[in-house]
């Protein structure tokens, strides 16, 4: 729209002063042929080319702001587009981004087990924003990628919902990897319902149950390791 009110302002100052500039030409030289001059003004139109273009990088669509209509949930494709003069395009990438959450003091990510143990973790997400999602994305958030503190929010919804069902000794041996697995397919889906996001993937890097936890646990697995060295001695002995 700015384009197209400065092609028409210049269009009309570059004719009064063709017009202008004629006037003076013809009566100086007694002919009419400054009637030429005119033509200046439409250097005013040529400069709409310069909105009718615009381009899009690799792995990047162009989301599309109309004038008329407002956020479009079409957008622009990877290379050089046409677009109306109406239209104003902003970038997204497409690209798979990786995020660590929990391993910072202002990114606390934690979750209450089935015997009442809070417990901390650092989990790794991996996540994109697809070609076909990345309109309603815009629409959704106004914003170019999901914050940090958004991505926080989500994870500790999902990760509420999957740890309430695990006690911690479990969590941090033999239910692990389901908890994992349990964790991830809640945050895809919330990700996708809130963001319009696509989660690739995420990893428990850590899991912090307090010290008391983990000392009992480590007791228990020597425990265990001192039971199984002792039967293995005795089937020797056999």
């Known amino acids: 729209m700015g384009l197209l009110i400065a092609s028409i302002i210049l269009t009309i100052a570059l004719t009064v002063m063709g ?15 400054g009637w030429f001059f005119v033509s200046i003004a439409l250097v005013g ?21 109309d004038d008329r209509y407002g956020v479009m949930e079409e957008v622009k494709l990877e290379g050089f587009q046409t677009k109306s003069l109406f ?41 994109h924003i697809a070609a076909t999602d990345a309109g309603r994305f815009f629409k959704r958030t106004g914003s170019t990628n999901i914050t940090t503190t958004q991505l926080n929010a989500a994870a500790k919804q999902a990760l509420q919902a999957v740890t309430i069902n ?28 809130q963001y319009f996001i696509t989660l690739d993937s ?35 002995a056999e």
């Open 87 to 127: 239209e104003h395009i902003t970038p997204i990438s497409t690209a798979v981004k990786t995020v660590t959450l929990g391993a910072t003091q202002e990114e606390v990510l934690g979750g209450q087990t089935q015997d009442s143990v809070y417990a901390m973790f650092v989990i790794t997400t991996s996540y």
């Open 202 to 236: 995420a990893s428990f890097d850590d899991i912090d149950a307090g010290y008391l936890v983990e000392q009992t646990i480590q007791a228990k697995y020597q425990a265990q390791q001192q039971i199984e060295i002792a039967l293995a001695n005795q089937d020797r």
């Open 166 to 193: 695990y006690d911690i000794y479990g969590l941090l041996s033999t239910d692990l990897e389901a908890a994992r697995e349990e964790f991830q397919n809640q945050l895809t889906v919330l990700l996708y319902a």
């Open 45 to 65: 139109p040529a400069i709409l080319l310069f909105g009718a273009f615009t381009r899009v990088d690799a792995n990047e669509v162009g989301i599309i702001y």
């Open 19 to 33: 017009i202008l500039t004629a006037i003076r030409y013809n009566n100086a030289n007694n002919e009419r042929g």
